[in-house]
Nanobody
């Protein structure tokens, strides 16, 4: 069974940093696109950052120049480095991947930014 497991969430003060990790149960080279989404209370889930199968990367405007997505194929892990965190970044962050035309979601990790 293909699984994604996020970690690294927690409570941080505004202006601080966190690094989220998404560990896959299989070799991530097998995946197509991979991404991080987030969902704040009472809001819809939104795309934060995506790293495409062919290597291109894109970010939501709200996180550009603050967040960085990367992947380590040797560790089967995708990361989201989050700097200069703001209270509006508070949300549950989900890892996502496309695998053989199926969408795979992680269980989410909560990030809380205190102002």
């Amino acid at each position: 069974q293909v699984q994604l497991v996020e970690s690294g969430g927690g409570l941080v003060q505004a202006g601080g940093s966190l690094r989220l990790s998404c560990a896959a149960s299989i070799n991530i080279v097998s995946f197509g696109d991979m991404a991080w989404y987030r969902q704040a209370p009472g809001k819809q889930r939104e795309l934060v950052a995506a790293i495409r199968a062919l290597g291109s990367i894109n970010y939501a405007d709200s996180v550009k120049d603050r967040f960085t997505i990367s992947r380590d194929n040797a560790k089967n892990t995708v990361y989201l480095q989050m700097n200069s965190l703001k209270s509006e970044d508070t949300a549950t962050y989900y890892c996502w991947a496309m695998y053989r035309a199926r969408q795979i979601w992680g269980q989410g990790t909560l990030v809380t930014v205190s102002s």
